[in-house]
């Protein structure tokens, strides 16, 4: 499974941002798809995470300003985020789970400017 990124880049703060993600290659199954982040010096975080059942699980640090969907048909998950501040400017990944193995995107960057 190879997952691909796109929609990352540089906004100003109290702007929008969308990810998009794409699961290739062998793509039988796959349970839970989502976003984390890392931004220079921290751990890696949850941003939010969606089940093939339509379950959404968000990080406490952007609840309320981010939505996850997903397209079981495409294998595509999506990130809407909104109310964007220079907190969340950070490199995002793109995760898949498929039979309890993790895959993960090389990542898109997101900057977030004053």
């Known amino acids: 499974v190879q997952l691909v990124e796109s929609g990352g880049g540089l906004v100003q703060s109290g702007g929008s941002l969308r990810l998009s993600c794409a699961a290739t290659g062998t793509v039988v199954q796959i349970n839970g798809m989502g976003w984390y982040r890392q931004a220079p010096g921290k751990q890696r975080e949850l941003v939010a995470l969606?089940?093939?059942?339509?379950?959404?699980y968000y990080g406490d640090s952007v609840k309320g300003r981010v939505t996850i969907s997903r397209d079981n048909a495409k294998n595509t998950v999506h990130l809407q985020m909104d109310s964007l501040t220079p907190e969340d400017t950070a490199v995002y990944y793109c995760?898949?789970?498929?039979?309890?193995?993790?895959?993960w995107g090389p990542g898109t960057q997101v900057t977030v400017s004053l």
């Open positions: 995760n898949a789970d498929q039979y309890y193995v993790d895959y």
């Open positions: 969606i089940t093939a059942g339509g379950n959404t």
